[in-house]
């Protein structure tokens, strides 16, 4: 198997086709010892999922479930994946979630535009790791249609989910209301045991992370208000 280093976890894969290959090569790690998570070569499973989703080539379904199994491992470890695009500027994470289609991706590139030196850390489904009681984003391999990525681990400011709207707008959300957004973009396991882990990490994510409503258009004000609200003082 080959090693890798994702979310600051070391990963032991073995990727057969060109998309999952070309994606961890920038998390490749030589590191001696065990690995934290493996991840083997499932080629039954992936034929068989093939055949459930049609529309996926064989190459895609490596990778979209090579990256499902190593966010359920990910549990193991106080880290979970958030459908986000994560954005970094002046050394803090700042998350934007929504369902596909909303335009999350559309909104971390104006900050690119707004912000110089800001850049994008995953941009579909960063890693979510709480250490040292902080929660930190990473980047991970698995960053969705384009190949955005890079292997950091940065402190996490905020999390806004967003909404298309006329104006920009964005208010503090309740725990209550946070919760299930947080639970319908992330992987919700079968196995009771790692659900419980899920939940007993997103009730700290809760408390430690402040969560935002952004309703945004795509004109340069929408990455200031989210920017002016979100950022650490």
């Not at 490749?28 to 998570?37: L, R, T, W, Y």
């Not at 909303?102 to 104006?110: A, M, P, R």
């Not at 955005?148 to 806004?160: C, D, K, Q, T, Y």
Request: net charge neutral; aromatic share 12%; hydrophobic share 35%.
């Amino acid at each position: 198997m080959n090693r890798f280093e994702i979310a600051g976890l070391t990963v032991d894969m073995d990727p057969h086709m060109s998309m999952l290959k070309n994606r961890a090569r920038h998390y490749a790690n030589h590191k001696a010892g065990e690995a934290d998570i493996t991840i083997p070569y499932r080629e039954e499973w992936y034929r068989e999922k093939s055949k459930l989703h049609p529309t996926l080539t064989f190459e895609e379904n490596e990778y979209v479930w090579s990256g499902e199994e190593f966010y359920l491992k990910l549990l193991l470890f106080r880290g979970f994946m958030l459908h986000a695009s994560a954005v970094v500027y002046d050394g803090n994470a700042y998350l934007f979630s929504a369902p596909s289609g909303t335009g999350k991706s559309t909104h971390t590139s104006l900050w690119l535009q707004r912000y110089p030196g800001s850049y994008i850390l995953n941009d579909d489904k960063p890693a979510i790791r709480l250490l040292d009681r902080k929660f930190y984003a990473c980047g991970t391999p698995w960053s969705g249609k384009y190949d955005i990525s890079r292997n950091e681990l940065v402190p996490v400011a905020g999390l806004a989910f967003i909404e298309r709207d006329e104006a920009n707008r964005i208010t503090t959300m309740s725990s209550h209301t946070a919760l299930f957004k947080l639970l319908s973009q992330t992987v919700r396991p079968y196995d009771p045991r790692f659900m419980d882990k899920l939940l007993d990490l997103l009730d700290v994510f809760l408390t430690e992370v402040p969560i935002y409503y952004l309703g945004c258009n795509i004109t340069m004000e929408a990455p200031e208000t989210a920017y002016n609200a979100m950022k650490k003082r």
